[in-house]
């Protein structure tokens, strides 16, 4: 079975500052991983996928992602961060195989300080 | 670029009703799944179709029903409320099979917001 840890249940960043969301997944098969943004009130959206190739995969809004087989995790990083970022994100994983279920970790929220 | 319509976006049902939830995947994906976002919780896989075949099912109550038609959109339904149901409903659509190989990127609708009084 596969599962998904996220440590950190919520971060508070001031406006600017770095930030990196913990994400590590556990499977005994290989695994697409995911990580979603949720704003307030709003539906899921596709922040950035790792399926296979460069361990470091771009999203949108200038997030990044390091896959890290070894340590089995897929942190989130943003070099500054702005208001709007302000968010629940969620890490994700499912089987490296076709109309497989997303299976979501507990989400962090992220608090923007100005 | 078209996407996942869910509707109704808000439905209020009171305790022991019944409720239809609709799905409309994006044009061409052929997947559905529906999820269950309770408050404060992360989303919980429900079940799957794939070609109006249910592909795999998750913690869906004996209570609820769904299934994918022939134009492939999708109905989730839901009977004898409880108000534990009260969650965001998310359902997601994907192409199973593209021209580089299997693909589960999965798209999802905006959600519909269950109060259940």
């Known amino acids: 079975a596969q599962s998904v840890t996220q440590l950190d249940s919520q971060v508070p960043v001031f406006e600017e500052a770095p930030v990196e969301l913990r994400c590590n997944y556990s499977s005994s098969v290989s695994v697409y991983l995911f990580w979603y943004v949720q704003y307030p009130n709003q539906g899921l959206q596709l922040l950035l996928k790792y399926l296979s190739g460069s361990t470091l995969v771009k999203g949108i809004n200038g997030f990044e992602a390091e896959f890290n087989k070894s340590q089995t995790s897929f942190h989130l990083r943003k070099p500054s961060v702005h208001i709007s970022d302000t968010a629940e994100y969620f890490c994700?994983?499912?089987?490296?195989?076709?109309?497989?279920?997303?299976?979501f970790g507990s989400g962090t929220r992220l608090s923007i300080r100005p | 670029a078209a996407g996942v319509i869910q509707s109704p976006r808000h439905l209020i049902k009171e305790k022991r009703e019944t409720a239809t939830l609709k799905c409309y995947p994006i044009?061409?994906?052929?997947?559905v799944y529906w999820y269950q976002q309770g408050p404060g919780q992360d989303p919980q896989f429900l079940i799957s179709f794939y070609e109006k075949m249910q592909s795999d099912k998750g913690s869906i109550p004996d209570r609820f029903s769904a299934q994918q038609f022939s134009d492939y959109h999708s109905e989730l339904n839901m009977s004898s409320l409880e108000l534990g149901d009260s969650a965001l409903y998310f359902c997601?659509?994907?192409?199973?099979?593209?021209?580089?190989?299997?693909?589960?990127?999965?798209?999802f609708g905006p959600g519909t917001r269950l109060t259940v009084l």
């Open positions: 997601a659509s994907s192409l199973l099979l593209t021209t580089s190989g299997p693909n589960n990127e999965q798209f």
């Open positions: 994700a994983v499912s089987l490296y195989s076709s109309a497989s279920k997303i299976i």
């Open positions: 044009p061409r994906h052929d997947t």
